[in-house]
């Protein structure tokens, strides 16, 4: 009797991460990207991040309340998600707009579906794509960063006489499409041109990414495969021919790393399945080259990843491997 077998219900693995180690590696990953974006765009930028940060908590810790819910705040995904936002603005954003985004991030497109885990998008980048469509001036106004002000006198007194807003600039896409001036690529690489917080700096991304991938938080299957997608369409669909495109200046421009390294590869939000996960990473690769060089926005990391977000339960489902005995399922 001593040699019973107990028979249990999954999981009967248990692994010792759990959310809050999860979602603490994120936070430290995410770091030097904060730190790029408050040396480029200075202290606006520390009260951004700080800002929604802080909003992202507190809507998290209402609406549990509210819905009489246990305190999920100590997870530190509400934190995640105001970062996330954080990094996905223009150091020029109005306060009160970001915290508008924190609210639906969290309360309208997290807790409303239930929480953690339950979310169908990704919360930080379906409050960029709202943001965009209700204040889409505000939302691509862009300023030079703070070293390139510096360098230019006439620049910085006109930004100390008017405020930050009066001096313009394009972002390298926008640049790319309105015909103007492309930085360079190094430029591009350590983060000294104008963007969103987060995503002006490659080096500082890539920092973070490879903490996660030692760390076992991500994969490279879908950073990789969803980067490599977009560098390959650039150089075939060059705007001189076939195969004239610069794989790096997309790579290098707009919210590609970012979006790759921390949105798209999201656990909530991405495939189970093996066979899923290389069709959605090339699926965000192939929507956001054809958002780029066949819409009217310059960018399109976003609202590709929106999309295919809403297509795993299909990819999920049509890549389910075969139960031991059963049929390969079509």
Same mark, same amino acid.
């Given at each position: ?142 300023t030079p960063p703070l070293t390139m002000l510096a360098a230019d ?27 103007g001036q492309l930085p360079k690529l190094f430029d591009m690489f ?9 995503? *002006?700096?490659? +080096?500082?991304?890539? =920092?973070? @990414?490879?903490?996660? #991938?030692?760390? &076992?938080?991500?994969?490279? !299957? %879908? ?5 490599? *997608?977009?560098? +390959?369409?650039?150089? =075939?669909? @060059?705007?001189?021919? #076939?195969?004239? &495109?610069?794989?790096?200046? !997309? %790579? ?44 009217n926005m310059p960018e399109g990391v976003s609202y590709a990843i ?25």
């Open positions: 009797m001593e040699n019973m077998l107990f028979v249990n219900s999954s999981p009967h693995i248990r692994s010792e991460v759990t959310t809050q180690r999860l979602m603490l590696d994120v936070i430290i990953a995410l770091i030097p990207a904060a730190f790029a974006g408050i040396y480029f765009f200075g202290s606006r930028a520390a009260l951004l991040i700080a800002v929604t940060v802080v909003s992202c908590v507190g809507f998290e810790y209402i609406t549990r309340k509210v819905l009489k819910r246990s305190n999920t705040i100590g997870d530190l995904s509400a934190v995640v998600t105001g970062l996330i936002l954080a990094l996905n603005l223009p150091s020029t954003l109005p306060i009160w707009m970001a915290v508008i985004g924190s609210f639906f991030a969290i309360v309208i497109v997290k807790q409303l579906f239930g929480g953690l885990g339950y979310n169908f998008v990704n919360p930080a980048l379906a409050a960029r794509a709202f943001l965009l469509v209700s204040y889409g001036a505000k939302m691509t106004s862009w006198v006439d620049a910085v007194s006109l930004a100390t006489t008017e405020g930050i807003d009066a001096v313009s600039f394009a972002t390298p896409l926008g640049a790319l499409k309105g015909g350590i983060g000294n041109i104008g963007g969103s917080l987060g995503e *002006t700096s490659a +080096l500082a991304l890539i =920092i973070g @990414g490879i903490y996660l #991938l030692v760390r &076992g938080v991500i994969t490279w !299957h %879908i950073p990789v495969i969803y980067i490599g *997608t977009v560098g +390959l369409l650039a150089w =075939i669909m @060059g705007p001189e021919g #076939l195969f004239t &495109g610069n794989p790096l200046f !997309h %790579i290098l421009a707009g919210g590609l790393m970012l979006g790759a390294i921390f949105m798209a590869t999201d656990y909530t939000t991405s495939p189970m399945t093996k066979k899923g996960t290389i069709i959605y990473a090339i699926g965000c690769g192939v929507l956001t080259m054809l958002f780029r060089l066949y819409t929106l999309l295919m977000n809403v297509s795993v339960p299909i990819l999920d489902r049509c890549t389910k491997p075969a139960r031991f005995g059963g049929k390969a399922h079509v």
